[in-house]
């Protein structure tokens, strides 16, 4: 199995507090996606943005198939998506050994980047300590395992009131979860849709710096 193709920022200066930042796109989109604000993200970090393997249409991919029944419910191809998580997990062991550093990466996952961002990061949290999840949602049909060390992960949780895509409804589902297991979360709404709005991206900012 080979890593993920991706885009690379190194960081200003290396230092001992230097992380590797993951950036992981939504359904339909690519890896320059969200690669565009990488200039505004921590300059002493390594920003990595991932293409998912799965090609739609040009300049198109997706972690996982979306269907649609006839009673208009969306099915989620697990098998791809569990095949996804193992190349991501691939892609982060392999960056993590060619710059000596562990232990210190975040996922940045918008949508289905999201949804695939809590599963990596749940069932490996000796590997993720920060997740910041943008209009997901925790699907537990997924092939992982929570972890009960998954209480260290500081998390950034985010969703538009009026996303259609995406139900808030959804996260806030995945949030009893989470407390019901012991973990402290908070989700930040926004005045938005399926997207990220100026305010959104400022929260998000100011957690990853501090």
């Given at each position: 199995?080979?890593?993920?193709?991706?885009?690379?920022k190194?960081?200003?200066k290396?230092?001992?507090?230097?992380?590797?930042?993951?950036?992981?796109?939504?359904?339909?989109?690519?890896?320059?996606?969200?690669?565009?604000?990488?200039?505004?993200?921590?300059?002493?970090?390594?920003?990595?943005a991932?293409?998912?393997?799965?090609?739609?249409?040009?300049?198109?991919?997706?972690?996982?198939?979306?269907?649609?029944?006839?009673?208009?419910?969306?099915?989620?191809?697990i098998?791809?998506?569990?095949?996804?998580?193992?190349?991501?997990?691939?892609?982060?062991?392999?960056?993590?050994?060619?710059?000596?550093?562990?232990?210190?990466?975040?996922?940045?996952?918008?949508?289905?980047?999201?949804?695939?961002?809590?599963?990596?990061?749940?069932?490996?949290?000796?590997?993720?300590?920060?997740?910041?999840?943008?209009?997901?949602?925790?699907?537990?049909?997924?092939?992982?395992?929570?972890?009960?060390?998954?209480?260290?992960?500081?998390?950034?949780?985010?969703?538009?009131?009026?996303d259609?895509?995406?139900?808030?409804?959804?996260?806030?589902?995945?949030?009893?979860?989470?407390?019901?297991?012991?973990?402290?979360?908070?989700?930040?709404?926004?005045?938005?849709?399926?997207?990220?709005?100026?305010?959104?991206?400022?929260?998000?900012?100011?957690?990853?710096?501090n």
């Amino acid at each position: 199995m080979q890593i993920l193709k991706t885009l690379i920022k190194n960081p200003l200066k290396k230092t001992k507090n230097t992380g590797l930042i993951f950036l992981i796109h939504g359904y339909g989109s690519n890896e320059k996606d969200l690669f565009s604000f990488s200039d505004l993200l921590p300059s002493n970090d390594y920003i990595i943005a991932l293409r998912a393997p799965i090609l739609l249409d040009y300049d198109s991919f997706s972690w996982y198939d979306i269907n649609i029944d006839n009673q208009f419910q969306k099915k989620t191809n697990i098998s791809q998506a569990n095949e996804s998580i193992k190349m991501i997990l691939k892609t982060i062991n392999y960056f993590n050994d060619k710059f000596s550093i562990y232990g210190m990466n975040t996922l940045i996952g918008f949508s289905q980047g999201a949804i695939l961002s809590w599963a990596i990061g749940l069932g490996n949290p000796h590997i993720v300590n920060r997740i910041a999840a943008l209009s997901g949602f925790i699907n537990t049909d997924f092939n992982f395992n929570f972890n009960s060390k998954s209480n260290k992960i500081k998390f950034f949780i985010s969703h538009g009131i009026y996303d259609p895509i995406i139900p808030i409804s959804y996260i806030k589902e995945s949030l009893k979860f989470l407390k019901e297991k012991g973990l402290n979360v908070f989700l930040n709404e926004y005045k938005e849709g399926h997207g990220i709005s100026k305010e959104n991206f400022e929260d998000l900012l100011n957690w990853l710096n501090n």
